[in-house]
């Protein structure tokens, strides 16, 4: 108990951090883009470190995508029946 905590994964920017001193790449950050399929992880996580990101539609994304539209259509629905 009292111990201290240390996060470790997306999206918290240690990880992504680490990733970029692994790679040891001399690339300024805004070349680098983040490519993922989760809002929550990936691509916040590319925020916190200042990278750029772009959400694809598949995985996750894609589950998530799906099910609002689901939802939409039966409100849709429902404002029209009744």
């Known amino acids: 108990m009292g111990g ?4 470790s994964g997306k999206p918290h920017s240690e990880i992504f951090q680490a990733v970029l001193n ?14 993922g399929d989760t809002l929550e992880t990936d691509i916040l996580g590319a925020n916190n470190i200042g990278i750029d990101s772009a959400l694809v539609l598949t995985g996750n994304a894609f589950r998530i995508a799906k099910a609002s539209m689901f939802m939409i259509k039966l409100i849709y629905l429902k404002m029209h029946l009744n």
């Open 4 to 7: 201290k905590v240390v996060y």
């Open 22 to 35: 692994t790679l040891a790449l001399n690339v300024k950050k805004k070349k680098i883009l983040m490519i």
